[in-house]
């Protein structure tokens, strides 16, 4: 039920957006540039990254939806869309390098439970340990939207100066990440091919 709302949602998203005159490929690379200015921004302290950041991730649902509703749905687009997505999540990370007291730990283990539970879904059904349907409804305990929602928040934290509720935040989406990471290996351990 929450998958088909899910699914109509997009959809209607796609053709709201339809007459945009950008390819989805587009529409991919530019979150990756609102992302690259967020985090300068982000760094200087200005509300301004965050906002940038904002727009980031609400562009990087749009490009999928508007490749469905052009019919211009390609394997490229979607490689690009993770490939995309790994470098927004870098780029939110790096402004937090400065943040005092927050230690590099935590960012590290974040962005590498983020990037292993997204390579270790796409390669599970790349390498055919499991069927492909399986592949794509294999969840995850901390899914990607929750994991930015969360790094955003910690961004505004940071501008706001809030270090004192940053770090421990960053520790729990580093956790989250890593159980995620370690759900999914075994996740795929039972859906395997016999």
């Known amino acids: 039920m929450l998958k088909s709302s899910l699914s109509s949602s997009q959809s209607r998203v796609g053709q709201l957006f339809k007459w945009l005159p950008l390819h989805p490929n587009d529409i991919t690379l530019l979150s990756v540039l609102l992302a690259a200015a ?15 950041f904002l727009l980031s ?19 490229f687009g979607a490689y690009l869309d993770g ?28 962005f590498f439970g983020s990037c292993m539970t997204a390579f270790s879904k796409a390669y599970a059904d790349h390498r055919e340990a499991v069927e492909h349907q399986k592949a794509a409804k294999l969840a995850t305990l901390m899914p990607r939207t929750e ?20 770090i421990p935040l960053m520790w729990i989406l580093a956790a989250g990440s890593i159980l995620s990471f370690l759900w999914l290996q075994f996740a795929v351990w039972r859906a395997k091919k016999a």
């Open 38 to 52: 967020g985090a300068y921004f982000v760094w200087q302290q200005s509300i301004l990254g965050p906002v940038l």
């Open 83 to 110: 490939i995309c997505d790994r470098l927004v999540e870098f780029f939110a990370l790096v402004p937090l390098l400065f943040a005092p007291s927050l230690f590099l730990p935590s960012l590290l283990t974040l």
């Open 57 to 75: 991730f609400l562009i990087d649902g749009l490009d999928g939806a508007v490749a469905r509703a052009k019919n211009l749905t390609s394997s």
């Open 147 to 166: 994991r930015v929602i969360g790094i955003w928040v910690g961004l505004v934290l940071f501008v706001a100066g809030r270090f004192d509720i940053l």
